[in-house]
């Protein structure tokens, strides 16, 4: 059923075990039935929201941005306006909440990248993501995929770890984040082969140097990528996450190639300054998943995505980010891209 599917209920690493406890009342709508008043003041919200995506128009973070904007504005009387400020590996957008009261009127959204990685990879940091920031859920996890040209010789992602020990240049690998770049520098140290990093700025532009044969392979989203998938235009190798992806069964995993301690998903969640007031927060946590468990909105965004939503407790969110924070830190000390 697509309603189970859409969820990360089950064989989802740290994600399974907090989401079970989570998902059953994650469709209530408290927050329909309290009077605004009651819980978060008379005065609140008394005029628009923003929604600071840190990334540009057009993205995946951004589109999702807009379909929750959409659906919040009702619910909360007020506008909901999204505000691109990308920059910096969302580090741009992330220091302008810092910057703003936290009244309840400014939502960042954010995703693994800027909350984990950048402390991991980057020193001088301007922000703290646990100590600055509070989620009011997750909201949504995809795989990872590695692609190549569909006239490639390499049919499975043993072929590509083939090639790559027969070179001794090893391997170019297109990415368009450094989560991507530091997650492929991992996979490479535990196959122990060389993979060399082209950064893009994007994933459409990964996509089409890989089709015209400019990369001998792309690390993306899975879901960006499913089109071009389907379509036979690019061959998928393998997904980073724990298990087989249900839309695409017959593509396998990595750690089905052998490298059973590698799995790697992407995630994204919305975050408010740490002192805001709690009430603000709680009801704003209780209509994002109630928006997030909605059947219109699995059908509409997430299954078209291969996505998953994951609609996390503030408390289960900060622990998988703090978990998150300490792996990428393990594993940028063991490739060398540990913050100096």
């Not at 089109?227 to 089905?256: C, M, N, Q, Y």
Request: net charge positive; charged share 20%; proline share 6%.
């Amino acid at each position: 059923m697509t309603t189970r599917r859409s969820f990360c209920l089950t064989a989802c690493g740290a994600f399974g075990s907090l989401l079970g406890a989570t998902l059953a009342g994650a469709g209530t709508s408290a927050w329909a039935n309290d009077r605004t008043g009651e819980k978060t003041g008379d005065s609140w919200p008394n005029r628009p929201i923003r929604i600071i995506v840190p990334f540009t128009g057009g993205s995946g973070a951004d589109a999702t941005a807009r379909f929750y904007a959409e659906k919040m504005s009702p619910m909360l009387g007020q506008p909901v306006i999204v505000e691109n400020r990308p920059g910096a590996d969302g580090a741009i957008g992330i220091m302008a909440v810092k910057a703003l009261p936290a009244d309840g009127y400014t939502i960042l959204q954010g995703s693994i990248g800027p909350m984990t990685v950048n402390p991991a990879i980057n020193a001088d940091l301007q922000y703290d993501p646990m100590r600055d920031f509070v989620p009011l859920t997750g909201y949504g996890r995809n795989m990872n995929v590695i692609l190549v040209a569909n006239d490639s010789k390499l049919n499975t992602f043993a072929d590509l770890v083939a090639k790559a020990k027969a070179s001794p240049a090893g391997l170019n690998m297109g990415t368009f984040s450094p989560t991507l770049a530091l997650t492929g520098a991992w996979l490479a140290k535990l196959a122990g082969v060389k993979f060399t990093n082209v950064p893009y700025k994007g994933q459409g532009q990964v996509m089409t140097e890989v089709i015209g044969n400019q990369l001998d392979f792309g690390m993306v989203d899975l879901g960006g990528a499913s089109t071009l998938i389907r379509s036979g235009k690019l061959r998928a190798l393998a997904v980073t996450g724990d298990t087989r992806h249900a839309d695409f069964p017959s593509i396998p995993t990595i750690k089905e190639s052998g490298i059973s301690e590698f799995s790697q998903y992407s995630w994204n969640a919305f975050y408010v300054r740490t002192d805001t007031p709690a009430p603000i927060r709680a009801k704003l946590g209780e209509m994002i998943r109630s928006v997030m468990t909605s059947d219109a909105t699995i059908r509409t965004l997430y299954a078209p995505k291969g996505s998953e939503g994951i609609p996390l407790t503030p408390a289960q969110m900060q622990k998988l980010q703090q978990e998150e924070i300490t792996r990428f830190r393990r594993v940028a000390a063991e490739v060398g891209m540990a913050a100096k």
